[in-house]
Each structure stands twice: as structure tokens, then as C-alpha cells.
């Protein structure tokens, strides 16, 4: 609530000559109906267990209450409705209250919860009968701003009580255009079971909980018009499936980016006994902001990639747009292959010539001081959207519970070739099995982890099922340990794609210890054109840290290839390691450390 008051500050005497408590200003209060325009509200936080909330906004003004419609099962509502009623305004309206708006979820068997609140100040611009005054957004909080997720797009008008007549109530909806919203749905990542205990099993150490059976995604934009749901997919896991299909939404979409809707992801797992359905539970949802996706709204930024640099020159030489995605994303791997064949020419004879300098799988070949997806020009082509569960409450917490992938853009109907893919769909659609040879050659600056201020590390490689705990690498008493070794994996991409790298310290007595991680995304890594563009993939030097920490435990330098299985046999895994004799740490010189595929447990 508020009070209306005023302060006299001076020294006794001044105030006793002022007048206990000066002189009082009564207030001249005008009827008007308060019209409150409620347009939509986005990223509010979830207060029901799946994930979701079913919000309304209630409005407060000087002992009044208003309320509006409730949205079932939705962080992202539009309402685009108008309620009213007859207030009294104090005039001077420096004088009146600010309006005060609450949203709340709406509980079938238990009180409402309180979402957030905020306020709108009274100003001249409300009292003009004429046009809707200007929506704004604005911030929910709890008890103090920044406390609380969530905005709310509104106004208010204030029409004289004798004029209401006069002003019939507006039309909220704003102007259109007819537009496709495109999904190409990739796929879930790294979904996680769900908990049978929530946040209650994790203060306990139960960390029990149910893994998916048959996920599939819903996407609306608000309302179940604009619904799209892909297939139930278990393939090749239920907790990475792929769905590798594209949907299209036909709608109207504003003009003005400020009325944009935001779409909702809502993955359901279809769980089944003796082959009949037992349900579809809510397992995560997600978000996608689509107001920079619209290519008719100011600053919009066409998607940029080098193989839409490739397939606008087919194209333009008379190629179809197919021909022309398929002639550019092919001519990527020919020049990569070439080069690879070239470098285990040059190093074939390296223990012969005595270079020791510059290792020759080094010639030409860029080495990149940070993450190297940290260093792309272009974005990547295929999109990440974090997936939640989970509700913000005493024994429960909204947490991230996996990943949807896949592409989404915004198509206005009538114009042909705008806002191109950046990728090939006839590619990421297509199933393919591949080797991955990852080259894992130094490390830096590692922590010391023993009392003698030094480190023992060696490396474990993971990737899928298959796990590398390469202690035959391991470097004794060493903070800038030099390793030489390569790892093999077979990847059936699209699908689950995370290599983690980590590095361990060997401890005599007791458990080996965690020096540091990285991980690196494969499956984006072989679509990504610009990555495919470098003829000798660059070394990069990759942050090494802890779960849970932002804290650099050192760095490790490496290299990926990716090929098929083809091109695996025309290029050998050959590695250098007779270059360790110049190095502080002496490797064997002897053949070259690889590691094949075994899986063992660390």
C-alpha cells in the first residue's frame, strides 16, 4: 500500500511557528473508469511442478480490484483484453497513488501463489480519451527489484465518467503481417531423468529419479492455434532422440516488434505398459524470442554463414538452391581431406629429418589461444535452447534438465529468397556414421595438486559410451605436461555429440583427484561450415575447470578431425611423439601413442 504525507524538517522553534503538522491539502478527487490494457507477459518464473505457471494479473487502485482472464500452463501468456471500473483520482496527480499490478498462479487445491508485482505511476498522458496510451514493459519483483524474473506488457487509460460512453473500449490487437514460423527440430540433448524426489532427494543424497521413454516437443506461440508437435522419438536414445523434421506454422505476427509473442517449448514423454499409452506427462519446457527473428522489423540481421556465401554464387551461376547448398557444403570436405593427406605426407619422415623445432603436423596449421568455438565469425547454425523444470518453492527449484536443438526462423509470405539456412537440410537430416580422432598434445599452467607443489595428470577421454583412462600418458611431476596422444571414437551424427576432456592427477594413497574438464560439442563442431572451411583443423588451447566453477585450473592444447569412415582409412592416425624429445618431459621415441576405442569405467 501507499501514504500520503508530508514532512516538515527545521529547529523547534520554526516548526512550532509552521504549525503542528502545517497546513493540510485536501485532496479534489474526479470519478473516472480505469481501463487496464493487458497485452502479454514473457519469461515469468514457473510456481507449478511442471514446469509451467497459469498466470493472471490482478490490479490494485485506491480500494478497487480488477482482474483479468487466467492463461493455463504458460511462462509466456497473451491476453490482448481490457478490464474496468469506476475510481476516484485524486487531482493534483502528483497527489494519486501509482496503480498497482500483481500476477499470481492460479491453484486449483491450494492459495494462489504471488508471481511478482509492479506499478504504473498516474501521468496527463493516461487522461487523453483520444488513442490507447503507449504499452510499456514493465519488471516484475518480489520485494526488491532484480529479485524476480518476468515482465508484463500494459497500460492504463483514464476516461472521465461522463465521457464513457463516448470512448468504446479499443481494440488491442496490433496490425499484421502474414508471416511462416519455420522450426527445424534436430533433436534433445542431455535430457536428465525425471527426480522422484526433487530438490528434497537432493538435500538428501537420493538422486533418484525416472528416465524418459519416448519424448516429443510442442510449440504454440500462445495459443493452441499455432500448436506444432513433432514425432515421439526414442531413436537413437530416449534421453538424446532425434527428431530431424521440419515444421511450419502459418500466423499473423505484428509488425511492431514490441507485441511479438514468444515461443513455448513444452516436451512431453510418452509413457507406455504392454504397448498402450499411460500418460504424457510435462517434463521441461523452454523458451524462443522470435522479435529478432521477423526480417521486416528494424535491425534485423540476415543469417550469415560461409555456405549461404557459397550457395547465393551457385545460384547466381544458374543453380537451383538445392544443387547449390549441396554443390557448397561438398566442396568444404574436399579441400579438408586433401589437406589432411598432405599433412601425413609431411610427417611421415619426421624422425628422418631432424626438424625438431617445429613439429611438421604443426605447418600450416593455426593455432587458436581460447575455446575455438569462442573465435567463429558466424554464428552457429544449429540453435541451443536450454529446457527446465522444476518451480521456484520450499522443496523445489526451476533447473536446467537438457537442451532442444534445431534452427528457428521467420518467413513473411510473399518474398522469396530472404533469411536463407545456414545450413544444409538434406544434410542434418540424413543419419551419418563418422570416426572422430581427437589429438590431445600439451597442457599448461595445470594447478599444483601434491604437496610437493607439483601434479601427476594424465588424461580420460569420453565421448558417448566409450571412455579413454590413458594412464600409459601420464607425465610425473609436472605443472606443463606434454601427452602426445590421440583418441579414435565411431559417432553417428545428428545425435549425441559431447567429448569431455579431462584431466586427473594419480595419487599412490587415496583417490586421484580432478584437476580440470572441458567439453566440446562434436555434433555442432560437423555442421558448422566455418569449422569445415579450415583445410588442417586449428590447435586450439582449450580452459580447463571444475564442475561447478568458473575458476581456469589450466589449459590443454588439442585438435579435432572429423571423417567417414572412408576418408578414415585413406588418412591414418599418425602422431609425431619422437617431438617430446625436445620437450622438458620425455615421451618415448617410439610410435606414435593412439588410443583405440574400449570402454572402462573411472
Known amino acids: 500500500g501507499y501514504v500520503l504525507c508530508s514532512i516538515i524538517l527545521g529547529k523547534p522553534d520554526d516548526v512550532e511557528k509552521a504549525g503542528r503538522g502545517g497546513k493540510l491539502i485536501q485532496p479534489i478527487e474526479k470519478k473516472y473508469q480505469l481501463r487496464f490494457h493487458l497485452y502479454m507477459a514473457k519469461f515469468l518464473p ?40 469506476t475510481v476516484a483520482v485524486p487531482e493534483p496527480l502528483d497527489l494519486a497513488p501509482p496503480v498497482t499490478g500483481l500476477v499470481y498462479d492460479e491453484d486449483t487445491f491450494s492459495k494462489d501463489d504471488l508471481i511478482g508485482r509492479f506499478s504504473m505511476p498516474l501521468t496527463d498522458a493516461m487522461l487523453k480519451t483520444t488513442a490507447v496510451a503507449e504499452p510499456k514493459w514493465y519488471d516484475l519483483t518480489f520485494e526488491k527489484p532484480g529479485d524476480c524474473s518476468g515482465k508484463v506488457l500494459c497500460s492504463v487509460s483514464l476516461v472521465p465518467e461522463d465521457k464513457v460512453d463516448k470512448v468504446p473500449l479499443p481494440d488491442l490487437r496490433p496490425e499484421t503481417v502474414n508471416a511462416t514460423v519455420e522450426i527445424t527440430a534436430v533433436g534433445l540433448r542431455d535430457m536428465k531423468p525425471v527426480p522422484m524426489l526433487g530438490v528434497l532427494g537432493d538435500k538428501l543424497g537420493l538422486d533418484i529419479g525416472l528416465p524418459l521413454m519416448s519424448p516429443f516437443v510442442e510449440f504454440d506461440m500462445g495459443d493452441a492455434d499455432t500448436r506444432s508437435v513433432t514425432k515421439e522419438s526414442s531413436i537413437p536414445s530416449s534421453t538424446n532422440p ?27 514423454d510418452t509413457k507406455s505398459v504392454g504397448g498402450f499409452v499411460i500418460g504424457q506427462p510435462l517434463v521441461a519446457t523452454g523458451t524462443v524470442a522470435i522479435d529478432q527473428l521477423c526480417p521486416w522489423v528494424k535491425g534485423f540481421k540476415e543469417p550469415k554463414s560461409p555456405l549461404i556465401d557459397l550457395a547465393k554464387k551457385y545460384m547466381a551461376e544458374g543453380e537451383s538452391i538445392d544443387a547449390a547448398y549441396h554443390k557448397g557444403s561438398k566442396g568444404f570436405f574436399t579441400a579438408s581431406l586433401t589437406a589432411m593427406k598432405k599433412m601425413g605426407d609431411r610427417i611421415a619422415d619426421f624422425m628422418d629429418d631432424g626438424e625438431l623445432d617445429t613439429p611438421k603436423f604443426m605447418l600450416g596449421r593455426k593455432i ?14 544449429i540453435s541451443e ?15 536446467m534438465c537438457g537442451k532442444f536443438k534445431g534452427y528457428v526462423r521467420v518467413l513473411q509470405d510473399g518474398i522469396v529468397g530472404a533469411n536463407m539456412l545456414p545450413m544444409d537440410l538434406k544434410e542434418v537430416f540424413m543419419e551419418k556414421k563418422l570416426m572422430v580422432r581427437l589429438y590431445l598434445l600439451k597442457a599448461y599452467n595445470l594447478p599444483p595438486m601434491d604437496l610437493n607443489g607439483s601434479c601427476d595428470s594424465y588424461p580420460v577421454v569420453s565421448m558417448g559410451s566409450d571412455t579413454f583412462e590413458d594412464k600409459d600418458a601420464m607425465v610425473e611431476q609436472h605443472l606443463n605436461p606434454n601427452y602426445w596422444s590421440s583418441y579414435e571414437f565411431q559417432a553417428t551424427l545428428p545425435g549425441n555429440g559431447e567429448c569431455k576432456i579431462q584431466i586427473w592427477d594419480h595419487d599412490k594413497l587415496g583417490m586421484d583427484d580432478l584437476v580440470g574438464e572441458t567439453f566440446i560439442d562434436i555434433e555442432n563442431r560437423w555442421f558448422n561450415q566455418e569449422w569445415r572451411a579450415h583445410d588442417l583443423k586449428p590447435a586450439e588451447r582449450r580452459t580447463l575447470k571444475l564442475p561447478g566453477s568458473s575458476m581456469s585450473q589450466g589449459k590443454i592444447q588439442l585438435w579435432v578431425d572429423i571423417l ?33 576405442a574400449t570402454s572402462t569405467a573411472h
Open 385 to 399: 535452447y536450454a529446457l527446465f523444470r522444476g518451480c521456484d518453492g520450499f522443496l523445489s527449484a526451476e533447473t
Open 368 to 381: 587458436v589461444d581460447d575455446e575455438l568455438e569462442q573465435k567463429y565469425a558466424y554464428p552457429s547454425p
Open 564 to 596: 567417414t569412415p572412408q576418408e578414415a582409412k585413406q588418412v591414418e592416425t599418425r602422431f609425431a611423439t619422437a617431438t617430446a624429445a625436445t620437450a622438458i618431459n620425455t615421451a618415448p621415441a617410439t610410435a606414435p601413442t593412439t588410443t583405440t
Open 242 to 268: 532425434n527428431f530431424l523434421e521440419r515444421y511450419e506454422v502459418k500466423m499473423k505476427l505484428p509488425k511492431n516488434p514490441l507485441f511479438c509473442p514468444t515461443m513455448t517449448l513444452r516436451v512431453r
Open 46 to 85: 514457473a510456481k507449478d511442478e511442471n514446469g509451467l505457471s497459469d498466470p493472471y494479473v490482478l490490479v490494485k487502485y485506491y480500494g478497487k480490484t480488477l482482474k483479468s482472464s487466467v492463461k493455463a500452463e504458460t511462462c509466456n501468456p497473451c491476453w490482448y483484453e481490457t478490464v474496468t471500473d
